[in-house]
């Protein structure tokens, strides 16, 4: 018995042993969640499961009425500062399922919280209740609702520059398409970016066939093959000229045809890469005008050589032949002497044999000269007299503009057709419009104004006017206009207008010159209708 009794309390002493250790852990356990319940910053409520108050952390007073007596109060019956009217019906759920629930509440001063709810657990793992913690989240929240804000505003701001730069984009691809110039940008290694509409026309390709190839596909030899060591000393800094200067190169189309055009290079950075935009202006029309003009000139100027060397020989015959006709008169006579046996000087009569043949000669080369010069009439074709002035005027036209003379043409309601040699009425209507812009300058206006006019009745001559509104002309200049060799100015021949006259008489008309009321001078002739 005894025996059994000291095993007993053997084991006792055991147990109480254990027991006591258990206390000692619990306290320090107790000792440590109070310490944490105090010192943290965090509103925490410990719940039972009947929702009845186990402990509070001090923080937790700032959200519900709380104080040290309300321990083993449900929590329903407290007061709070916090609109939290979900809270029962949370825990509830967080003991049903087992599984913890968070939500958003606000206080009464707007602060934002979290309210997270989570089981806890005894040791022996049953449920002892619930811990309830309250996150103050308001900075958290303004962050995020700032951060909302300023996204929203920048998506806003990159989509208000999107289609600003959209619309832009769209304008330059608008205009680049608009203008008549070529525009290729280019990278260093001289691959095409871009190129615009009137590129594509130029060069007779579509964009597509151009662009990622080489620009110098667009060039023919010797720019081809030169072009990449063109670019390379250029990056050097070998060429920096070429840049922003205009020259003039070939261009090549894709049907192999090559042209002349205008290259302007400029330089732009974008993205770090260096980009070359050159702009191309097709030249082939305006040398075809400045050929076609020129032929004109040189035409023009040839048969105005022509015809003074015509007027020269018609005075050269005029002047010549009284002179020719004595010495072959005294050459004759003087070998009569001879051949009569008046004087023995051997030799002679040969000399004047040759000496009236010479001269006998030489009045028949200007005689056939002159005639070789005024032979013309066979080769006479109908010509519309408005067409012929108009291509008169605009090849003119850049002459009197450098002087600031305006052409003004009047012409009848109807077509007139003449039977002429085109090149011969030019040449009139091209001598009255060159002395009126040279009148009017040499009278020193700063502007004047030609006008020409046409007219025609049926069956009845036609009518051309070519006024002028400079200074007219005085004394015996009104008789001697149309004269040989006058000429009132420095450099004249004073052949120009003889030779008209000589033009419009052979087609038996009239030229003259008058002055009108109103100043200046004009000069009227007239042609026969086409018959
Ligand atoms: P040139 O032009 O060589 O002088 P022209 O025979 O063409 O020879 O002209 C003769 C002169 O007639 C000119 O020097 C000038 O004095 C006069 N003249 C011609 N046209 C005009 C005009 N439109 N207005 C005033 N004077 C003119």
Same mark, same amino acid.
């Given at each position: 018995? *005894? ?13 109480? +042993? ?38 509070? &952390? ?23 500062? /916090? ?101 290729? &940008? ?81 330089? /732009? ?155 011969? /009425?030019? !040449? ?20 004047? &104004?030609?006008?020409?006019?046409? *007219? ?6 036609? !009518? ?34 003889? /030779? ?23 000069? !009227?002739?007239?042609?026969? +209708?086409?018959?």
């Amino acid at each position: 018995m *005894s025996e059994e009794l000291q095993s007993c309390h053997e084991d006792l002493s055991t147990v109480n +042993h254990q027991l006591g250790k258990k206390v000692d852990e619990l306290e320090s356990a107790n000792d440590d969640l109070t310490c944490w319940m105090t010192s943290t910053d965090i509103a925490t409520l410990l719940l039972a499961t009947n929702h009845t108050i186990q402990r509070f &952390t001090p923080p937790a007073t700032r959200l519900f009425n709380l104080t040290p007596s309300d321990v083993g109060r449900p929590i329903d019956d407290i007061s709070a500062h /916090i609109n939290d009217s979900a809270l029962p019906g949370d825990i509830d759920e967080v003991l049903r399922t087992l599984m913890s629930c968070d939500r958003e509440l606000h206080n009464d001063e707007g602060r934002c919280y979290l309210r997270r709810i989570t089981l806890y657990r005894t040791a022996d793992n049953c449920v002892g209740g619930v811990v309830v913690m309250y996150i103050e989240i308001s900075a958290l929240k303004r962050a995020e609702d700032d951060l909302r804000i300023m996204t929203s505003r920048l998506e806003d701001r990159v989509s208000e520059r999107t289609t600003l730069l959209e619309a832009q984009r769209d304008f330059m691809k608008l205009v680049q398409d608009s203008i008549v110039e070529a525009i290729l &940008t280019v990278n260093e290694h001289g691959v095409v970016l871009s190129i615009n509409r009137a590129g594509m026309r130029m060069f007779g390709y579509a964009a597509n066939d151009v662009i990622g190839r080489k620009v110098n596909m667009l060039m023919p030899e010797p720019y081809r093959s030169e072009h990449d060591a063109y670019i390379t000393r250029y990056l050097q800094g070998g060429k920096p000229h070429v840049i922003g200067v205009g020259r003039e190169i070939q261009g090549l189309r894709n049907d192999g045809s090559t042209f002349p055009v205008w290259l302007n290079v400029s330089e /732009i950075v974008r993205d770090g890469l260096r980009l070359f935009v050159g702009t191309l202006h097709d030249l082939t029309e305006q040398r075809r005008i400045e050929y076609a003009a020129r032929e004109r000139q040189e035409e023009l100027t040839l048969l105005h050589r022509v015809y003074t060397a015509g007027e020269f020989a018609a005075v050269m015959a005029h002047e010549l032949s009284q002179p020719l006709t004595a010495i072959s008169g005294y050459s004759e006579a003087g070998l009569q002497h001879l051949r009569r046996g008046q004087v023995e000087p051997d030799g002679l009569i040969d000399k004047f044999e040759k000496i009236t043949l010479q001269t006998q000669r030489a009045g028949q080369v200007i005689r056939e000269l002159h005639k070789f010069l005024t032979r013309d009439a066979q080769q006479r074709e109908p010509v519309e007299l408005n067409a012929l002035i108009r291509s008169v005027i605009e090849l003119l036209t850049p002459q009197a503009l450098a002087r600031n003379v305006r052409i003004k043409f009047m012409p009848s309601a109807a077509p007139i057709t003449i039977m002429a040699l085109e090149v011969q /009425i030019e !040449h009139v209507l091209v001598n009255l419009v060159q002395n009126a812009i040279e009148a009017i300058q040499a009278a020193g206006k700063a502007a004047g &104004t030609i006008t020409i006019r046409t *007219s025609a009745d049926p069956g009845d001559m036609v !009518h051309v006017t070519v006024q002028d509104d400079g200074p007219g002309f005085t004394g015996d200049a009104a008789r001697r206009l149309f004269e040989r060799f006058y000429t009132t100015k420095p450099k004249g021949l004073g052949m120009g207008l003889a /030779i008209c006259r000589s033009i419009i008489e052979a087609y038996d008309g009239q030229i003259r010159a008058e002055q009108p009321m109103e100043g200046g001078t004009v000069f !009227h002739f007239t042609l026969p +209708h086409q018959a």
